[in-house]
Nanobody
Framework: QVQLVESGGGLVDTGGSLRLSCKISGFSLDYYVIGWLRQAPGKDREAVSCLAVSGTPFYKDSMEGRFTISRDKANNIIYLNMTNLKPEDSAIYYC?????????????????????WGQGTQVTVSS
């Protein structure tokens, strides 16, 4: 059974940091791309980062330099380390598995191409 479980969200001040975790089970990180996506109230869901099977990271432009995606393959965990957080980063953050067989560069930013999702973890950045 495919599962993704996020943790690590919370309330932080502007300029603060958080590390989100995504524990996966039922499949291998050797074969699937995992993305981090977020959704703020009243806004569409957007992809912020993903990690290719090769370990190559991808970031939305506005996140590069502030967010770092990484993995612990031995424990099946994907992390999203977020620094210099801003109020506009407040959202529910999800990890999700990208459909297989896609070209990552043209697909990872599309939420509709992820077919397994975690339940989400809330991140709130106070101003």
């Amino acid at each position: 059974q495919v599962q993704l479980v996020e943790s690590g969200g919370g309330l932080v001040d502007t300029g603060g940091s958080l590390r989100l975790s995504c524990k996966i089970s039922g499949f291998s990180l050797d074969y699937y791309v995992i993305g981090w996506l977020r959704q703020a109230p009243g806004k569409d869901r957007e992809a912020v980062s993903c990690l290719a099977v090769s370990g190559t990271p991808f970031y939305k432009d506005s996140m590069e330099g502030r967010f770092t995606i990484s993995r612990d393959k031995a424990n099946n965990i994907i992390y999203l380390n977020m620094t210099n957080l801003k109020p506009e980063d407040s959202a529910i953050y999800y990890c999700a598995r990208l459909r297989s067989g896609l070209t990552i560069k043209t697909s990872w930013t599309r939420p509709d191409l992820y077919n397994f999702w975690g339940q989400g973890t809330q991140v709130t950045v106070s101003s």
